[in-house]
């Protein structure tokens, strides 16, 4: 609720005080009788005029304490909703995969390099079990910028819980991390809500122990809503990583890492609000929406889920992140087409980035699924 509420206080000395620290005086109080509250049992006690005002007030004050819970339990995050393993998806993503990896093959695509899930949103899905379904979905891959969908939901968390507070350049850099997927401003946001900096090695070893620590925040919060697997507590960059961040890395052993039912599961809690509450998740959702239009676009994030849109049905509408960087490319977004089918499809592929009709192709043929008429 924005800006500050301000009552006339029950005790004080301005509004409230003619009438009834003058009037009730050396006057001993009564306790209530027969459940009679207490504010009840003061107010008769007063002549009529002060009575009536007093009881005025005691409503007035009893209706905003109700909007203000009200407020309070509106803008919490949903319960965190489960997936239901469903064959008939399972079948689809394998049909798929085994039909690109037939068609990209002379390309270099492989059934080890391609994984896929897929969670249905749709409405009339259980809402406490969605129906979920994946090839090789608990495949570890290096997510790319992918990962980026961790620092965005854990910095609106904070948000949500009133554990941060935003400034100009830290709204700046989270808008520049998801729609352009910078990597400085990445940089920029991981320190930010770790409380960490880059910099020269850290020779202390109850300070490193400290640092690391620190950089684990992320990694902690994602630990306490059941991931398992995932690693999201390194920087990206654009060349490489130096001093302690090179250091932390720790040979490669500790590498940023991200299966595609993480990444979909990740962008389900952020679809459906149960990161944080409904304003902070249309912040995030206004983020990650991307346009469906016929022109190429010169920056690789709006462009790799436009070209996913393109084997859409028209008038279908796209959330997305995407990651590229050595032989990985991934796409991980919400879909939600014209008959009001929605789905979140994630699709990880390795060794094949110079190959970018695969992705589309995949998100073409699920989308074909649920435009087709339930049976």
Same mark, same amino acid.
């Given at each position: ?66 909007? *203000? ?5 509106? @803008? ?5 909703? %489960? +997936?239901?393993? #469903?064959? !008939? &998806?399972? /079948? ?56 980026? *969908? ?5 910095? @609106? ?5 009133? %554990? +941060?507070?935003? #400034?100009? !350049? &830290?709204? /700046? ?56 697997? *995932? ?21 490669? /052993? ?79 977004? /919400? ?41």
């Amino acid at each position: 609720m924005a800006g500050d509420v301000l009552v006339d206080p029950a005790h004080g000395r301005h509004a409230l005080r003619d009438g009834r620290h003058d009037d009730l005086r050396g006057h001993p109080r009564a306790a209530p009788q027969g459940g009679v509250p207490a504010a009840a049992g003061r107010a008769a006690a007063l002549p009529g005029f002060e009575r009536s005002a007093f009881l005025r007030r005691v409503g007035a004050l009893t209706a905003l304490a109700a909007l *203000l819970a009200v407020a309070l339990r509106a @803008e919490k995050p949903a319960p965190i909703s %489960k +997936l239901a393993p #469903s064959d !008939e &998806l399972d /079948r689809l993503v394998a049909l798929i995969a085994a039909e690109t990896v037939e068609e990209f093959g002379k390309a270099g695509l492989t059934a080890e390099g391609l994984s896929i899930a897929v969670i249905d949103l749709s409405p009339g899905a259980a809402a406490a079990a969605l129906p979920s379904g994946a090839y090789r979905g608990d495949q570890n891959y290096y997510p790319c910028s992918v990962v980026k *969908l961790c620092f965005l939901s854990f910095y @609106e968390s904070q948000k949500e819980a009133g %554990k +941060l507070v935003d #400034s100009p !350049e &830290l709204v /700046r850099a989270v808008k520049d991390m998801i729609t352009l997927s910078s990597n400085d401003a990445t940089g920029f946001v991981v320190d930010s809500i770790s409380g960490t900096t880059s910099g020269p090695e850290i020779a202390d070893a109850a300070e490193w122990q400290k640092w690391k620590a620190r950089r684990e925040v992320v990694n902690t919060y994602y630990r306490g809503r059941g991931y398992t697997n *995932l690693n999201a507590n390194q920087k990206t960059f654009c060349e490489d990583a130096y001093g302690r961040e090179q250091a932390f890395r720790d040979d490669g /052993r500790n590498r940023n890492r991200m299966s595609a039912m993480e990444s979909a599961r990740i962008f389900k809690e952020i679809v459906r609000g149960e990161v944080a509450g409904p304003k902070l998740t249309e912040e995030m959702l206004a983020l990650l929406s991307r346009g469906t239009g016929s022109e190429k676009l010169e920056d690789v994030e709006p462009e790799d889920a436009r070209l996913a849109a393109q084997g859409l049905p028209e008038g279908s509408r796209i959330w997305a992140k995407s990651g590229d960087a050595f032989d990985f490319h991934h796409l991980v977004a /919400r879909i939600v087409l014209p008959n009001g089918r929605e789905f979140i499809v994630a699709v990880f592929t390795k060794g094949v980035k110079t190959v970018p009709e695969i992705i589309p192709r995949v998100y073409e043929k699920v989308a074909a699924h649920f435009a087709a008429p339930r049976s």
